[in-house]
């Protein structure tokens, strides 16, 4: 706890002292006694919050990890020791360097009270809260004790996932480095991995483990789990608006998390390189926390493009960019998938394109982009 004067306690100490030495120095009576008598306030004033307020406060904020524009809450919870006087406390909180204020309403003798107040969500990114202060006033609000209540703690803003369908059937390449889809069955061998505790022991590669010495898993071709590889154009050129750049990430957002969620493998990659993010195949719903906290603390970029999707994701590969995006490499990359597709944030057009094999998708916001894809993409 912390004892500080006010404005007015500066105030009152300086005149009073003014005035006693004046009244003295003069001999008068009465201004002297003005004098003493405000020093003697300002005294009481200070006396009166040397003491920690009979209060006993616990400060909690829910959820953790939040959608932009969602719902957190911090939660104050006060109870009063006192015996016969009420307490009067102000509250604030301090979120991403700002104060945030927490009405606190009067606390009578042994009273409980549990308040709730909202922690602003705007904006994606890690944010720190707290800590929370509570402010006392002493008499005449001459002088306050501050005291600081809970730590501070981080609280994730990640970006909005909308609703969207799946991705679409039978784009699932046969071999690593082949361009034929793979629309039946799913035994054509596309890559090989060590083994971990809890694989199927019938998915082992016998020749290759004997070889090596090291037990090896075959990853077979899925014609109903494609990789998704998502590439998100970063880069601060490509966005005259940078609210088109939140539209871009929410997509990102979105796709992933539909994929992750229906079991399919992706991969999150951003252009500039900053992000290579894996999630692998699941036959449970997926868990889309990695992808969501890296996009959480993306932020545009400059420079040139460094992104390559690796062979073994190049089933379903959507580059999201901007409307002032250089689309020729883009396409390019989209171009090696065995279903690429370009979709653009672009507020001037919108429609569906084909260039060079290519979906090109141009909406103004997320949602419009989101639903051309459930209409012209996952149908």
Do not use: N
Request: proline share 6%; charged share 20%.
């Amino acid at each position: 706890m912390t004892v500080r004067l006010t404005a007015r306690g500066v105030g009152a100490l300086v005149l009073g002292a003014l005035l006693t030495g004046c009244g003295l120095w003069w001999r008068y009576p009465g201004l002297a006694a003005l004098g003493i008598s405000l020093t003697l306030i300002f005294l009481v004033g200070v006396a009166s919050v040397l003491f920690a307020a009979p209060v006993t406060p616990v400060r909690t904020v829910r959820p953790r990890t939040v959608q932009r524009l969602g719902a957190c809450t911090g939660t104050l919870e006060l109870t009063s020791r006192a015996k016969r006087l009420r307490v009067l406390l102000d509250g604030t909180d301090e979120i991403a360097g700002e104060p945030v204020p927490v009405d606190i309403p009067v606390l009578a003798p042994g009273e409980r009270t549990k308040l709730d107040y909202r922690i602003p969500t705007d904006r994606r990114g890690v944010w720190q809260v707290g800590p929370l202060t509570l402010r006392r006033r002493g008499l005449a609000a001459l002088a306050e004790a501050r005291t600081t209540v809970g730590s501070v703690i981080e609280v994730r803003v990640v970006p909005r996932v909308l609703p969207v369908r799946g991705l679409p059937s039978g784009a699932r390449r046969g071999q690593v480095g082949a361009d034929e889809r793979v629309e039946r069955g799913g035994t054509d061998l596309v890559g090989l991995r060590e083994y971990v505790p809890g694989d199927d022991l019938r998915r082992l590669h016998w020749a290759t483990s004997a070889r090596t010495g090291t037990l090896m898993i075959r990853e077979d071709a899925d014609p109903a789990r494609p990789h998704l590889a998502v590439v998100l154009d970063d880069r601060a050129a490509g966005y005259p608006d940078p609210r088109q750049f939140e539209d871009a990430v929410e997509v990102a957002a979105s796709l992933l998390t539909a994929a992750i969620g229906d079991g399919h493998p992706v991969r999150l990659l951003t252009v500039s390189g900053s992000v290579d993010v894996e999630v692998a195949a699941s036959t449970v719903d997926g868990d889309a926390a990695a992808v969501l906290a890296a996009l959480a603390e993306l932020g545009m970029a400059d420079g040139v493009a460094a992104a390559s999707v690796p062979v073994r994701d190049l089933d379903v590969v959507a580059v999201i960019c901007g409307a002032e995006s250089e689309l020729s490499a883009l396409l390019l990359e989209a171009g090696r998938a065995a279903f690429g597709v370009v979709l653009s944030v672009d507020p001037s057009a919108s429609g569906l394109s084909a260039l060079g094999g290519v979906l090109v998708v141009r909406a103004a916001d997320a949602e419009g982009l989101l639903r051309a894809w459930d209409t012209g993409i996952a149908r």
